[in-house]
């Protein structure tokens, strides 16, 4: 399984952001996906996951609010809607999957399987 990660940039504060990130192969749809990021000399954090059969997802209670994740089985594809961006939101953000994870676990970086190159987004005026 690769994953490819997309929709970075640079946007003002208080901007919004979409990023995606397309699956290969065709088990996708059995995988829990999620967004994590890594700003500049921090640890790589969780932001939100939504489990396989999509419905409401799962946030850091710092984008709680302002980010939504979503996805569409039939492209094999998840996105991370991203508005009222602020300068703290600045990193590179990370798209995983993986099979066996549960509510405890979604915010672990090591319950997931596969990950994506990583995009950057950089929120400054």
């Known amino acids: 399984v690769q994953l490819q990660a997309s929709g970075g940039g640079l946007v003002q504060p208080g901007g919004s952001l979409r990023l995606s990130c397309e699956a290969s192969?065709?088990?996708?749809?059995?995988?829990?996906v999620a967004w994590f990021r890594q700003a500049p000399g921090k640890e790589r954090e969780f932001v939100s996951a939504?489990?396989?059969?999509?419905?409401?997802?799962h946030y850091a209670t710092s984008v709680k609010g302002r980010f939504t994740v979503s996805r569409d089985n039939t492209k094999n594809t998840w996105y991370l809607q991203m508005t009222s961006l602020n300068p703290e939101d600045t990193a590179v953000y990370y798209c995983?999957?993986?099979?066996?994870?549960?509510?405890?676990?979604?915010?672990?970086?090591?319950?997931?399987?596969?990950w994506g190159q990583g995009t950057q987004v950089t929120v400054s005026s």
């Open positions: 995983a999957a993986g099979r066996r994870l549960i509510l405890s676990t979604i915010r672990q970086e090591d319950a997931y399987d596969y």
């Open positions: 192969g065709d088990t996708f749809r059995r995988d829990t």
């Open positions: 939504i489990f396989r059969g999509g419905g409401s997802g």
